[in-house]
């Protein structure tokens, strides 16, 4: 039988690098937990027990550091997984997103040979904050005739309420206001 985790405290695996990458910003930087055999394991099968009600068919990691919860948690769901990536990143054919940051905008890119018709997709990053870059995820998958399940990552920003910018529930493992 498995245990089931539901919660985990990540605070102490996640560094805080004020001013990166400018003044102003807080960078919440995962390496830490990535590092860490323990708290990675915990990490994935926390995402999988929150994941497991919305039974996705894929799960979409958004470049770059969604990818590395994307793949175990796709592995551990048996699902599939696709890349949303920044603009320039993928070969082929692609629909583009653009989207705004906190402190700069930015693309997203999706290739348009990925089979997400009728598919329910989860969206996994490593930091949700304004939402833009979900949003624009959200909004390649839809072009693409899939369903966002959910939206799912590591960290949420509170204060800046990203998720009110998505039309699907939005689940995440750690919260800070900014």
Same mark, same amino acid.
């Given at each position: 039988?498995?245990?089931?985790?539901?919660?985990?405290?990540?605070?102490?695996?996640?560094?805080?690098?004020?001013?990166?990458?400018?003044?102003?910003?807080?960078?919440?930087?995962?390496?830490?937990? +990535?590092?860490?055999?323990?708290?990675?394991?915990?990490?994935?099968?926390? +995402?999988?027990?929150? $994941?497991?009600? !919305?039974?996705? @068919?894929?799960?979409?990691?958004?470049?770059?550091?969604? !990818?590395?919860?994307?793949?175990?948690?796709?592995?551990?769901?048996?699902?599939?997984?696709?890349?949303?990536?920044?603009?320039?990143?993928?070969?082929?054919?692609?629909?583009?997103?653009?989207?705004?940051?906190?402190?700069? &905008?930015?693309?997203?890119?999706?290739?348009?040979?990925?089979?997400?018709?009728?598919?329910?997709?989860?969206?996994?990053?490593?930091?949700?904050? %304004?939402?833009?870059?979900?949003?624009? $995820?959200?909004?390649?998958? @839809?072009?693409?005739?899939?369903?966002?399940?959910?939206?799912?990552?590591?960290?949420?920003? %509170?204060?800046?309420?990203?998720?009110?910018?998505?039309?699907?529930?939005?689940?995440?493992?750690? &919260?800070?206001?900014?």
């Amino acid at each position: 039988m498995i245990k089931k985790i539901s919660q985990i405290n990540l605070d102490k695996h996640i560094a805080k690098v004020p001013n990166f990458p400018k003044n102003g910003i807080t960078f919440y930087d995962i390496s830490p937990i +990535l590092e860490n055999s323990h708290f990675l394991k915990n990490t994935i099968d926390v +995402l999988f027990e929150k $994941a497991i009600p !919305f039974k996705p @068919e894929l799960v979409a990691g958004i470049d770059a550091r969604g !990818f590395l919860f994307a793949t175990p948690l796709a592995y551990k769901l048996n699902c599939g997984c696709i890349m949303i990536r920044k603009s320039n990143k993928l070969p082929g054919n692609v629909l583009t997103q653009s989207y705004n940051l906190e402190y700069d &905008s930015a693309e997203l890119t999706i290739q348009k040979e990925r089979q997400l018709s009728g598919k329910r997709i989860l969206i996994v990053d490593d930091l949700i904050a %304004t939402g833009g870059s979900l949003n624009a $995820a959200q909004t390649l998958v @839809e072009k693409m005739g899939g369903t966002v399940c959910c939206a799912l990552c590591i960290i949420e920003l %509170t204060g800046l309420k990203g998720r009110e910018k998505l039309n699907c529930p939005v689940m995440s493992l750690q &919260s800070y206001l900014f």
